[in-house]
């Protein structure tokens, strides 16, 4: 749809193809929500991380660093992140409006009032801050017994940003807050005011475009994230703080730790110990998507 309606458009990061309208997009399956194509090559490492970090309402550089070393150059400082959406979400108003709506969902699952946002005009309109949030807001409701989600968004860079890290921690989010409401999750439905593709993702579009009709491939089966929340919540804090392994939550312990033990074997060094952490990583999405990555890495690693 980008390469067929998009305009080319200049912008502040170059040249990109731009819908000339806001674009409404439903997930019908937002679990599904890990990436396994070789040419996109996106770092389920990264993006897992992210997420769970997120969770904790963090706005701390350190932590997502060590897995995306560029991550500081979206910091005015260098230590905290002006637009972190976990710490938005959590922390940044006052109070924790993740905890709010799931209170008035849990109370009232009619309640028709549980929006979550992440701008703050006060600092964000007109900020020459490098992190100021894309994603503006996240509306909760409860239909047919499922928790959906609308999320809005100002500025959408489709590859890296919104069927990237956002498919992957608004999601998360999503399947965190219906685990504590106690309701299966639903459909993710998102708004983009500007949605976009810069030019140096434009070979991936003419991918697509000579190859229409690729074979479909199941993906594997997701696992749940969620037992219980309240250890979840522990989880991630203490992810965040340094914690390797021995975690409360069943997913944590069975996928998490053994993705950040393969991780820091493989920027130690060691790709053959990275690559057995990584076979031991229990839920089959993101084992897939860990150990192909690594075996992408060492590839070009070793072409070098």
Request: one cysteine or more; aromatic letters at 12%.
């Amino acid at each position: 749809m980008i390469d067929r309606f998009g305009v080319q458009t200049p912008t502040r990061n170059g040249l990109a193809l731009v819908m000339p309208a806001p674009t409404i997009i439903t997930f019908r399956k937002p679990q599904e929500r890990v990436l396994f194509d070789h040419d996109r090559n996106a770092n389920p490492f990264f993006h897992l991380m992210e997420a769970l970090w997120m969770i904790a309402g963090r706005n701390d550089v350190d932590f997502v660093k060590q897995f995306n070393k560029q991550m500081y150059t979206y910091s005015d400082d260098g230590k905290v992140f002006n637009g972190a959406y976990g710490y938005r979400w959590r922390q940044h108003f006052g109070y924790d409006q993740v905890a709010r709506a799931c209170d008035m969902l849990s109370n009232n699952p009619q309640d028709r009032r549980a929006v979550l946002t992440m701008w703050d005009a006060h600092i964000d309109l007109g900020s020459q801050s490098l992190d100021i949030p894309c994603n503006q807001q996240m509306m909760m409701r409860v239909d047919t017994g499922e928790l959906q989600m609308l999320t809005t968004n100002r500025s959408n860079d489709a590859i890296w940003g919104l069927l990237g890290a956002n498919a992957v921690h608004l999601t998360i989010l999503q399947e965190y807050m219906a685990a504590r409401i106690g309701v299966p999750m639903g459909c993710w439905t998102h708004v983009s005011n500007n949605l976009h593709v810069y030019d140096h993702h434009w070979p991936l579009l003419q991918g697509i475009k000579a190859e229409p009709c690729h074979e479909w491939i199941e993906p594997p089966a997701p696992s749940p994230l969620v037992d219980d929340w309240r250890l979840f919540d522990k989880d991630c804090q203490d992810l965040c703080n340094g914690k390797l392994g021995y975690f409360n939550e069943p997913f944590f312990n069975n996928t998490v730790a053994p993705m950040i033990l393969s991780w820091h074997a493989w920027k130690d060094g060691h790709a053959n110990e990275a690559q057995f952490k990584a076979s031991c990583i229990k839920a089959a999405d993101w084992r897939a998507a860990s150990m192909d990555w690594l075996q992408r890495a060492r590839e070009r690693k070793n072409a070098n």
